[in-house]
């Protein structure tokens, strides 16, 4: 179905020992990278060749037919059908070549296999999210090794564009319609690869927003992370499911790093794009709506409906967050604003059990049961169903 043509090319074992190198980054990380870095350096040498046939030529007559004194114009041939013929029709061959390929290569990029592992995608500024046939929503893309992943695009507010360079792919996300946008990833990703262009530490594949969205365009990132064959499937199942030991104020923490709030929220008190959020809980503060509490009910609404009411001083310019974060997240959210007042210490629960449970997961067990009814893609069985069609 997709790369027949390279598959099928006689030249291929000839030009993959010609092109073996390769001056790109995580050359081969996916199917398509490969082919779409074949026909691109094919195209370059025949490039460089034309390049030295003419430019070669020309160096040569100049030097052997420049004007000198002693030396006469000599009469030139004004046709040769011959030649003619065969620098016209030898090339176009290579042209049309060069078309085939790239269409065959297009269409391969742009159908995607029925069976594909189905991610949806909400690009919106300046952060992405990755939502998983279980709910689960990930500031990351994680997906399947050996597995075609087709991503189900769309926008929340103006044009962005999804980039992943390893991966050779790019389209743009449009608000009101969806766009998709496929990859198979053969290679995992390296462990850190220390450039620094996100906020996570945690290796993978740099994916950017690649269409100018605004002030923070240039930190719309995320990672692409590739599970080895197998655990896919159990990280997906314990993403949605959070260990009840585990510190509230942390995971709040953790998401307000990973989910992009910390672009325009500082915890240290200094004021960004919206208010710190260092010691305010619990204080009283000047909206838009009047005087208000910072408590509880504020906050969710702050998250869900940023324009409710706007503190004084700051525009209302905060992204709602509705449906793309769920209760626990948002009751995660509020620990962490909670333990940002020195007055709070001491008074937090330690953990989720202390504060009652994670908010809208009953038991573990149920939860993991709940969470295993879509279905986790296994490389070895093609025939995976691909369900959930957002367009339904
Ligand atoms: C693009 C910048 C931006 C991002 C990203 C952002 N916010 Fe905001 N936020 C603001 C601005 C500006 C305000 C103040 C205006 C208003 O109240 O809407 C604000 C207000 C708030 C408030 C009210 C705080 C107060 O002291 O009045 C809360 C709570 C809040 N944001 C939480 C979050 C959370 C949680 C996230 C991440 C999930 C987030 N914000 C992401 C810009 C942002
Ligand atoms: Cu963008």
Redesign the pocket.
């Known amino acids: 179905m997709h790369g027949s043509m390279f598959e099928t090319s006689p030249l291929l074992p000839l030009a993959s020992r010609l092109f073996e190198f390769s001056w790109f980054r995580d050359s081969g990380a996916d199917k398509q990278a490969a082919q779409v870095d074949w026909l691109f350096y094919a195209i370059l040498w025949i490039c460089v060749a034309f390049f030295v046939l003419i430019i070669g030529a020309m160096v040569a007559f100049v030097a052997r037919y420049y004007a000198r004194p002693g030396h006469n114009a000599e009469h030139t041939p004004h046709h040769n059908n011959t030649l003619e013929a065969a620098w016209s029709i030898f090339p176009g061959f290579i042209v049309l070549w060069i078309f085939g390929a790239g269409f065959i290569g297009y269409l391969d990029l742009r159908n995607p296999p029925e069976n594909a592992y189905e991610i949806q995608v909400i ?1 919106k ?2 952060n992405w999210s990755f939502v998983y046939p279980n709910g689960h929503i990930d500031a990351d893309l994680h997906v399947p090794i050996d597995t075609p992943v087709k991503l189900v695009m769309s926008s929340d507010d103006v044009l ?2 999804l980039y992943i360079p390893a991966f050779r792919v790019k389209m743009d996300c449009v608000p009101g319609r969806y766009s998709t946008l496929w990859f198979e990833a053969s290679k995992l990703a390296p462990e850190d690869d220390g450039d620094d262009v996100n906020w996570t530490d945690e290796g993978g594949f740099d994916l950017f ?1 690649t ?1 100018y ?1 605004g002030q923070g ?1 240039s930190s ?1 990132m995320a990672k692409v992370i590739v599970h080895p064959s197998g655990t896919f499937g159990p990280w997906l199942e314990k993403a949605m499911v959070w260990p009840e030991d585990e510190s509230p104020a942390a995971r709040g923490e953790s998401l307000y790093k990973k989910r992009g709030c910390s672009q325009c929220h500082s915890v240290d008190g200094t004021s960004g794009t919206g208010p710190s959020f260092k010691g305010t809980y619990g204080t009283q503060q000047l909206t838009s709506a009047g005087e208000i509490k910072i408590d509880e009910n504020y906050l969710r609404e702050s998250i869900l409906n940023p324009m409710a009411k706007i503190r004084d001083g700051y525009k209302g310019v905060m992204p709602s967050y509705q449906g793309q974060l769920k209760d626990n997240e948002i009751a995660a959210l509020i620990w962490f604003h909670k333990s940002l007042n020195p007055e709070n210490a001491g008074t937090l629960p330690a953990t989720w059990t202390e504060a009652g449970g994670v908010p809208g997961q009953e038991t573990q067990g149920e939860a993991t049961s709940d969470a295993s009814t879509a279905p986790v893609p296994d490389p070895a069985a093609t025939d995976a169903p691909a369900d959930t069609d957002p367009k339904a």
């Open positions: 690009a500024k300046w962005h564009s927003c269409e969205c365009h719309m």
